[in-house]
């Protein structure tokens, strides 16, 4: 029987603050169905207290670089320790958006057209680079570390624009550079084997950014349910659904689509979704009918080691 869990929040990456909010939401949430819950920062000692604590389950509610991409997944593993979310492999994939966008690609999953910039390999940033975008994928477009989440240093860039938005990125040592697709934002989030649901996002701001996720000040309407036609709804879910098991995630997902001229472009896949007051995932289950603490404990009971 599951009682103790120890539910990991902070972290070092640039999401720090939004995984503390989803770990002391998680934390409530826990306490209500009386299990016993503690929240740890990831540190050297992570290791010490898993064998002092001795928890069940770790809820991991780390977002972003060393939480997402299959380095803490490694530890827990070592350590054989049940977590949540996905494991080594597919966290590592899904985190690198080069990697899941071959994936995608390989298997018929549209995707922004896109290229990779190498700050090793390119000293200079000019106009043949310019002209090589331009040939290539075309302006505007979209500018954004390989490994980062939430929209984290991510820029719309037109010609005029666009050194002066590489340049800001330049502590990367590569970065994607995508089409930038309009038209409506549409996440879809899958829960284990089920296709939880769909939610679309009208952003004040130029497009959903991280200002946009995460501050209530930036007044992003989420509108659910959709308005799509069944085709389309259930197509938009059977790419997200295909995406997720392609890549090998467990536990829950959210898929980032854009839908423009009647297609559906999957952006990334995000492995281990926020679960703060403004996050989606909880408000597509709300939808569905599962209550955040339903979900949570959903989550918990789906943790496993060898994910």
Known sequence: MIKKILILGGGISKERS????????????????????IICEPDGNLTNII???KPDVVFNALHGRFGEDGYIQTILENEKVKYTHSGVLASSIAMDKEI???????????????MKYNFANNSSLNKNLILKVEKKLNFPVVVKPINEGSSVDVYI???????????????????LIETFIPGREIQVSIMG??????IELKPKRKFYDYEAKYNSKAKT????????????????????????NLIGCQGVTRSDFKFNK?????????????????????EIAEYAGISFAELIEWIIKDASIKR
Do not use: D, R
Not at 193 to 198: E, F, I, Q, S, T
């Open 18 to 37: 939004i995984s503390i909010q989803t770990a002391k939401a998680v934390l409530n949430a826990l306490k209500k169905k009386n299990y016993k819950a």
């Open 100 to 114: 899941s966008k071959k994936i995608f690609i390989k298997n018929n999953i549209l995707t922004p057209q896109y």
């Open 157 to 175: 860039c037109n010609k005029k624009n666009f050194i002066t938005n590489i340049k800001k990125l330049s502590h990367y040592k590569k970065i």
């Open 262 to 282: 009647n297609k559906f472009y999957l952006l990334e896949i995000n492995t281990q979704p926020g679960m703060t007051k403004l996050s989606l995932v909880p």
């Open 193 to 198: 084997k089920k296709k939880l649901g769909a």
């Open 221 to 244: 309407k989420h509108i659910i349910p959709v308005e799509l036609s069944k085709t389309n709804l259930n197509k938009i879910m059977n790419i997200a659904f295909k995406a997720h």
């Open 51 to 53: 064998k002092k604590f």
